[in-house]
């Protein structure tokens, strides 16, 4: 009897023993959960695949082990799937339930390392780790709720937005059809003024070219009679010179005038003779004619106080009013000849005094002798005055004028309609977004500052960089395109074609649009050389709240 109960004893404390060891051995490797039991580190959503009345199949089907070598701290599976809740496998993942906060999956290197990552602590089992879960998920769900709130308003922006970009475009759309409708009259008007204007030019070509023949006939038979007057006086200076009539001028001829005393020190030296006959010792009549008399002519117009530059030509006594009288009276007395020669000296010398004071004697000329210079110089101005065409050439050419100012101004109107037409298909081209919501964004310019620069950015046209402490504008792009990813190319935008660098490449500056409340430039970087990027916010950006996709938490 005492046996019998003995051995019933020691059975029930075998059992208690085994059922024990088996709480231990499950406790080190298994969860409980309120409708499965599942090992440490498995999610519930995976427990059909962790079954303990199963060999263990590796989640990447290379392996089927004992389910006794799950989480046994030995890595069996090359993907590490035999060990959700031990650090043995370095590809492992242990899945923290984080209750009442968002459920994450760690590396498996963090599982029992003596530091808390997940909020429950459920991966360090050799020491208790608070569980902040609570307070973390109230945190994370304040943000999320004032995140949906900036998301609502920044989504209604949008709308708002998005309605004048959508009216804008219509208002430029319509104008557009009136600028088009605008520049085909225009073009009409343009077109009937040119025909005008081609008609009146006809006949004021035909005339002026009449005149131009008329003038040109006129200057060719003045230039002959100055050619032929040149050569009369050329031959008379020349028969004055030459005082034995030899057909030649020689040193000595030169030497008994005064006139080419050049460095007036009353003496015509050797030198100075022979300088006007081309350092020769004569000349002949046709070497006189032909480079002689353009050397001495300046002397004799000097010596008659002819020679004044800031006067016309045509002021000047002709020469052969004086000169030929000269010759022609007594052609082969040189001393008659010098005699004359002296008179006129002599009178030059009362009334112009000494040559280099002969500014300063104009001014002392009497009132008879000053109005005599001065008659000459109004007759210019009387020419000027006088028509330069003839009465019914002067009406053609005011027809022509009136028709050219016309076309002009036709022609002008039809430009200033083009460009503008152009310049508003060059706006309506741009993307401004699927629902035109970055239109308002067209001609508005945002600046951002750092320790060293202003970066601003212009959307749709360029963004620049200058230094705060002086220095150029530098260009770093012109608007390229959108550059978004496939699903949503509006998040990113590209400026290209900048100001080269020194020994670079052209800048570049890649905007980064995220959704904002406001629209501003949050940062700008160069992560590489020449190549900048801009955070930028906006309510162009923000999506509908509606309509975003959460991610299930398991809680």
Aim: charge should be negative; hydrophobic fraction near 30%.
């Amino acid at each position: 009897m005492a046996g019998s109960q003995f051995r019933q004893v020691n059975t029930g404390i075998w059992h208690s023993l085994s059922l024990i060891g088996i709480f231990a051995v499950l406790f080190n490797r298994f969860s409980i959960s309120a409708k499965d039991l599942t090992p440490r580190g498995v999610p519930l959503s995976r427990a059909a695949l962790y079954d303990a009345e199963k060999d263990f199949a590796c989640l990447d089907g290379t392996k089927l082990i004992p389910f006794s070598l799950v989480n046994d701290d030995y890595c069996d599976c090359a993907d590490g799937s035999d060990e959700p809740g031990t650090s043995a496998c370095p590809n492992g993942r242990f899945f923290c339930l984080n209750a009442g906060h968002k459920s994450i999956y760690i590396v498996s290197s963090r599982v029992n390392d003596g530091i808390c990552d997940c909020c429950d602590g459920s991966e360090e089992f050799d020491f208790a780790c608070p569980n902040t879960c609570d307070e973390m998920g109230r945190a994370a769900r304040e943000e999320a709720e004032r995140a949906v709130r900036l998301a609502k308003e920044g989504f209604q922006k949008r709308l708002e937005m998005s309605q004048v970009g959508k009216t804008y475009r219509q208002s430029k759309t319509e104008e557009r059809s009136r600028l088009e409708t605008d520049r085909q009259h225009a073009e009409v008007i343009k077109d009937e003024k040119q025909m005008l204007r081609d008609e009146a030019e006809t006949p004021e070509k035909a005339a002026l070219e009449e005149y131009r023949r008329l003038e040109d006939e006129r200057k060719q038979k003045d230039d002959q009679e100055e050619k032929q007057r040149s050569e009369e006086e050329a031959e008379d200076m020349f028969r004055l010179l030459d005082s034995n009539d030899d057909g030649k001028i020689t040193v000595s001829e030169i030497q008994v005038r005064q006139t080419f005393d050049r460095n007036k020190d009353g003496i015509v030296s050797d030198e100075e003779a022979s300088f006007f006959l081309n350092l020769e010792a004569e000349m002949s009549k046709e070497d006189f004619l032909k480079s002689g008399w353009l050397l001495a002519k300046p002397y004799f117009l000097m010596e008659k106080g002819m020679f004044s530059p800031p006067e016309p030509e045509h002021m000047m006594p002709e020469p052969e009013h004086t000169v030929p009288e000269t010759v022609h009276t007594e052609p082969t007395e040189p001393n008659s000849q010098e005699a004359e020669y002296h008179d006129f000296e002599d009178d030059e010398a009362e009334d112009l005094g000494d040559p280099s004071e002969k500014p300063l004697e104009h001014k002392e000329l009497s009132d008879d002798e000053q109005d005599e210079l001065d008659t000459p110089k109004e007759e210019p101005a009387a020419e000027e005055q006088k028509p330069k065409y003839d009465e019914q050439t002067m009406e053609l050419i005011g027809i022509a004028d009136k028709a050219r100012s016309e076309f002009h101004e036709a022609d002008k109107v039809f430009r200033d309609i083009s460009n503008k037409l152009q310049e508003l298909n060059d706006v309506l081209n741009v993307d401004f977004g699927d629902d035109e919501r970055f239109t308002p964004l067209h001609g508005q310019c945002f600046d951002f500052e750092d320790r060293e620069y202003v970066y601003t950015l212009c959307p749709f046209k360029d963004a620049n960089q200058r230094g705060k402490n002086g220095g150029g504008v530098v260009n770093l792009g012109k608007w390229g395109s959108w550059s978004g990813p496939e699903d949503n190319k509006y998040l990113q935008m590209l400026y290209d074609r900048g100001q080269s660098c020194w020994n670079g490449p052209a800048r570049s500056a890649r905007i980064f649009i995220k959704c904002g409340i406001e629209n501003r430039v949050t940062a700008v970087s160069e992560p590489s050389r020449c190549e900048y990027h801009f955070d930028f916010i906006s309510p162009s950006a923000c999506q509908n709240p509606d309509s975003l996709v959460h991610p299930h938490d398991e809680l």
